[in-house]
């Protein structure tokens, strides 16, 4: 292996632990902020931690000559995977609030799954493997969702599967915006896409913290309320907490921050770059099972950071998970093909 393909490697482990971590972050930081409120000042922060290197590339795009998307079309497309990005992470934070960060962060993974078949229906092929792996995974989900207790369910970890079903979404109608820009010859930027994006899913879930998180807390109660008897949820709606911290009642939650701080300059603003520069130079191979860990590093820092746990039927299904993503992609594991 070259020097670059291994720095590359480097940089994507790294990646899938920020990511993976990432999980650890948003459990620990609904502790003090409301679901919405949490991704909305996460995702602003992220789309503004990508505005120097949206700056510097545009400013190169312009002087080698080629045709950037109009900012009408930039606008439009933004908000169209943002919108999806919102409902995504909407039903993924509030998934989190019941599971643990392990299996938010396993089952997430499934649209590196689905994604393959969905594509059956854009008149892609879909060999024998991802069928395999998509048993694998489903055998997997089942194992960690009722982590022994068969016959019950953990409610947040079907809040997850739904989430999956729009980051599928999301990750087609990416691969649809940037195939019709191709055939156009229009080069979209990445990094404006991905901050454009961030934007319309933070403003959507701030607009939502204010109208919808009041009512959250008493749902919560209702499916699960050891959860507040615990202690472990313990938020203020955002518009009485912006109230009382406006008025000096109460400061902002201190403990609030670094999760945040992580989850929107680590997860998205860091770890986003690390991807674009890593892939540049990384196998496609070595990229697939590389960001495919994100869920295992979910795993060890809720066990380590959220004392987790995680007993022998969750850890099959870990195994039996990631076997089965690893399974959708074996052709480009094997034969080093996307």
Not at 174 to 194: C, F, G, H, Q, V
Not at 211 to 230: G, M, Q, T, Y
Request: aromatic content about 10%; charged content about 10%; glycine content about 10%.
């Amino acid at each position: 292996m070259n020097k670059k393909a291994l720095r590359a490697d480097i940089l994507l482990l790294i990646t899938a632990a920020i990511w993976g971590f990432g999980f650890v972050a948003q459990r620990s930081g609904m502790e003090y902020v409301g679901p919405f409120a949490f991704n909305g000042i996460r995702f602003i922060l992220g789309s503004l931690s990508l505005l120097p290197f949206i700056l510097i590339r545009r400013s190169r795009l312009i002087r080698s000559g080629s045709s950037p998307l109009p900012f009408s079309r930039l606008c439009l497309s933004c908000l169209l995977v943002g919108s999806c990005l919102f409902i995504a992470v909407l039903f993924q934070q509030l998934g989190i609030i019941f599971t643990t960060a392990g299996n938010a962060g396993f089952i997430t993974g499934l649209y590196v799954v689905f994604t393959p078949i969905a594509g059956i229906f854009l008149g892609r092929k879909t060999g024998l493997p991802t069928w395999i792996g998509s048993v694998l995974t489903l055998i997997g989900l089942y194992f960690i969702s009722v982590a022994g207790s068969f016959g019950s369910i953990n409610p947040g970890d079907i809040l997850v599967v739904v989430s999956v079903f729009f980051w599928t979404a999301h990750v087609l109608l990416i691969d649809r915006l940037m195939n019709n820009a191709n055939k156009r010859e229009i080069t979209i930027d990445p990094l404006e896409l991905s901050a454009g994006q961030f934007a319309v899913c933070g403003l959507l879930s701030m607009i939502c913290a204010f109208a919808i998180e009041p009512f959250i807390v008493p749902v919560v109660e209702k499916i699960d309320p050891s959860l507040l008897s615990a202690g472990l949820f313990e938020w203020k709606p955002f518009a009485i907490l912006i109230s009382a911290v406006s008025s000096g009642t109460i400061l902002f939650p201190v403990e609030a921050i670094i999760p945040i701080l992580y989850g929107g300059l680590a997860s998205v603003g860091i770890a986003y770059t690390l991807q674009v520069v890593a892939q540049r130079d990384a196998p496609p191979a070595h990229a697939t099972i590389i960001l495919c860990f994100e869920g295992c590093f979910a795993a060890l820092g809720g066990v380590l950071l959220l004392a987790e746990k995680v007993g022998g039927w969750t850890l099959l299904g870990f195994v039996l998970m990631l076997a089965g993503m690893l399974a959708t992609q074996w052709a480009v594991i094997v034969k080093g093909r996307d």
